[in-house]
């Protein structure tokens, strides 16, 4: 529970003091597909550096889901977004792998910022195909898995990769 307490910190103190001066967030996110009126879902959202960004730019005809598994990320994206006043934004202490969210429920998945997943990344995919509605958005910060999993290459900006479903439903 310590290590997991410190692990989010650093990460915190990195996203909430430094990383705005190298990245933004706006800016990545609307390359890797993110726009007005959609329904996202934000995996590893951590201290929730894409997470407020990404409830402003979808609007409130649309919506945010952001996962982690860390309990501490996830009671601090809650009260930044209580703070802020954002209401299209819901955080969630969950396994990407098992999301619970409903099959075809989602417009476009981003996973920015995500290195590794336990278990390997297989499984995620699987629930992302799943949760993604037919024609949905995979967005990742550079290249986490091979293509050939469901997904094919849509769009590459920078280090922002889209992916779109293959049909296989």
Do not use: W
Not at 81 to 101: F, M
């Amino acid at each position: 529970m310590r290590f997991e307490r410190f692990a989010f910190n650093c990460i915190r103190f990195v996203h909430e003091t430094m990383y705005g001066l190298f990245r933004n967030p706006e800016r990545a996110l609307r390359d890797g597909g993110v726009a007005s009126g959609m329904h996202v879902l934000e995996v590893g959202c951590g201290p929730g550096f894409f997470t407020l960004p990404a409830a402003k730019i979808v609007g409130e005809n649309g919506s945010v889901c952001a996962l982690d598994l860390n309990s501490y990320a996830v009671e601090h994206v809650q009260r930044k977004a209580k703070q802020a006043g954002v209401k299209n934004v819901e955080v969630l202490q969950v396994d990407a792998a098992d999301t619970g969210q409903p099959v075809e429920s989602f417009d476009l998945v981003f996973l920015f910022g995500f290195r590794r997943a336990i278990g390997g990344m297989e499984p995620i995919l699987k629930e992302m195909h799943r949760i993604l509605k037919p024609g949905g958005i995979l967005s990742t910060e550079g290249k986490l898995f091979d293509a050939s999993a469901g997904f094919e290459l849509r769009t590459k900006k920078g280090r922002i990769i889209q992916y779109t479903e293959r049909d296989s439903r």
